[in-house]
DNA sequence: GTCTATAGCAAGATAGAC
DNA sequence: GTCTATCTTGCTATAGAC
């Protein structure tokens, strides 16, 4: 119908071939397929064949978008950073008291990350290959972990806890840090329910609250300040 | 040649077949293989195929004896701890200062993984996968995982840095943890020699080392025991 | 129990045509 | 951008020799 050929002409300025928004919307359909995919067979199980064929597209086509399986891995990384965001930024929005702060955002993470527990293993194996761009310590990861860190840098903003100047700047990272180690036992954690994981928060981060106060004792501010400058050494 | 015949008669009870060594032999052999090509090539390019052929033995017969890949690099990670110890228990051997003794044992363990540093990141890759035997965490690594955490109970033990009783008993398990974030940094650190990973080492030690003393102090009791009962309920 | 040879599958990845 | 065909490799299976 003469119609639908008027429905192709692209709105931007390029009129030469196809519309420039059909491959930004075969990538999404294909990480849409990719990620239901993982949830509900897991990683091993969900192959790159059958992410294409589901999602309507030729395997050649699929690996055009994304250069390996673990490309799509990072896409779903990507998604989950932006779901834990949505749902931890809300939920801390009226409290003030870091400690609490801190753990209501750590189980916001741990609720919006339950459903893949079962893929997660391999996730983090990918994540863990320094070679991979999935690692969350690579130079590709950067946008990803700027805004992971970004969520502990408003948990200790809104805080009314009082802090060492110096430790201010340096403890969303710390924090952020904490939650890969967090992340980490989560995966390996097979109590029924993860109900480990949420142990460890609740009782975690009072004491984290704790030592963070502890840190302005003047038998305490000299260490504290040297693993600071370690953590800055270690960076730089 | 009759002699031949003679040599080929087992020493042990069983007259029956071959010699009960010949299995072990090629199982050294293929490991021997295994751990040179991770090393010159890395683990990717280092197919089974390869393993097998360079090795002398069918593909088949390696997989006898490796029921995949990741067994080989079971192996492999069992020699290197077996390295390691031998390595820092000789050098600890005449210092007695807790933070020296931990220092010394760190760096007999990274200059024992040196030449394997680009090799690593899919061995530690393996590792993570709760699923793979291979995890730390794992059940079936508990032998090499208490030889390690063995190596750090000697470490504590024979120190003359005065502990809590409490602490004492612990610190083994919590020196072990830090040590597989070393690795984990150690993986990940691209500077030249690993250099970083060293000044981590050399500063991280006497830090650790004057923690340790300080939570004798009573503002620290408290907070101290209450780290040390999570630690015990996560285990549990 | 140890070992070879060989065939073949599954799935990640690539090449080249259209 | 998209496809089909092909390659590679981890892994399995089988049948048989010693």
Redesign the interface.
Known sequence: MAASVNDKRGREGAPSGASPRRGEQTRALIVDTAVRLFAEHGYDQTTMRRVASDAGVSLGNAYYYFGSKEHLVEAFYDRLQAEIRAAAVPAIAGERDFATRLRTALHAAVDVMTPYHGFA??L???A?????PV?P?SEQSAPAREASIGLFREVVADSTTRLDARLRDELPELLWLGHMGIT??W??DTSPGQR?TR??ID??TP?VG??VE?TR?R??RN?TH??LE?VR??RA
């Open positions: 293993g391999k983090i194996k990918t863990t290959d320094p070679a991979s690692s310590f980490l036992y995966v390996h480990r142990l460890l009782r975690a004491l704790r030592l502890l004792l038998v305490l260490v040297e693993v370690l050494a270690l």
